[in-house]
């Protein structure tokens, strides 16, 4: 059982930054692919990011591609996404995810573990 908590959401206004958090329980952080994914008012959930599970492997939506960066820290069970030059189209409730298999991973249905969420709005 792997426990995800999402931190650093927030408000900003358009062109700033935010670095999202997702801490994880137990032992076995290191062997789950970890997914970001995101939720706008009115909207699927869609694909953000990806990092494999030793950190040298990425994806990224187009959407995000040059502005977000998704990175973990295997010694301190978190991954991160550090997102730039955010435009309200970014507004969402942004998921941190884990997955075992590296593979269709811009598919949410492969994600066993979910995180409750955190807020980012962005204003214009």
């Known amino acids: 059982q792997v426990q995800l908590v999402e931190s650093g959401g927030g408000l900003v206004q358009a062109g700033g930054s935010l670095r999202l958090s997702c801490a994880a329980s137990g032992r076995t952080f290191s062997s789950y692919v970890m997914g970001w994914f995101r939720q706008g008012p009115g909207k699927e959930r869609e694909f953000v990011a990806v990092?494999?599970?030793?950190?040298?492997?990425?994806d990224y939506a187009d959407s995000v591609k040059e502005r977000f960066t998704i990175s973990r820290d295997n010694a301190k069970n978190t991954a991160y996404l550090q997102m730039n030059n955010l435009k309200p189209d970014d507004t969402a409730i942004y998921y941190c995810?884990?997955?075992?298999?590296?593979?269709?991973?811009?598919?949410?249905?492969?994600?066993?573990?979910w995180g409750q969420g955190t807020q980012v709005t962005v204003s214009s």
């Open positions: 990092v494999s599970p030793s950190g040298g492997g990425t």
């Open positions: 995810a884990a997955r075992i298999a590296y593979a269709n991973w811009r598919s949410a249905l492969g994600y066993v573990y």
